[in-house]
Nanobody
Framework: VQLVESGGGLVQPGGSLRLSCAAS????????MNWYHQAPGKERELVAT????????NYADSVKGRFTISRDNAKNTVYLQMNSLKPEDTAVYYC???????????WGQGTQVTVSL
């Protein structure tokens, strides 16, 4: 079982990045998928959530209108499109797969996003 994030990097304020999270060893169609971030010295925070079929999404207030979470169950991959990036978005971004009823939760290793001039 593995989640592998990619797409992080250094971007200037106002720029965009698209994060990907590819799953292997299990099928994400049974899981609610989440993106979290953790800034230095701070707790890990939930950024965005997408339902099993992708019909429902939720976002942290700090990213509403700028970030979009999506999923492609056929590709076993979830995405986070990040636009209008701000320095305060700088953090390690983690992908999480959660199946509450079964008591299963998997995490990726994280990808660094740095927003700076």
């Amino acid at each position: 079982v593995q989640l592998v994030e990619s797409g992080g990097g250094l971007v200037q304020p106002g720029g965009s990045l698209r994060l990907s999270c590819a799953a292997s060893g299990f099928t994400i169609s049974n899981y609610v998928m989440n993106w979290y971030h953790q800034a230095p010295g701070k707790e890990r925070e939930l950024v965005a959530t997408i339902s099993l079929g992708g019909g429902s999404t939720n976002y942290a207030d700090s990213v509403k209108g700028r970030f979009t979470i999506s999923r492609d169950n056929a590709k076993n991959t979830v995405y986070l499109q990040m636009n209008s990036l701000k320095p305060e978005d700088t953090a390690v971004y983690y992908c999480n797969a959660q199946w509450v009823v079964a008591g299963r939760s998997y995490w990726g290793q994280g990808t660094q996003v740095t927003v700076s001039l």
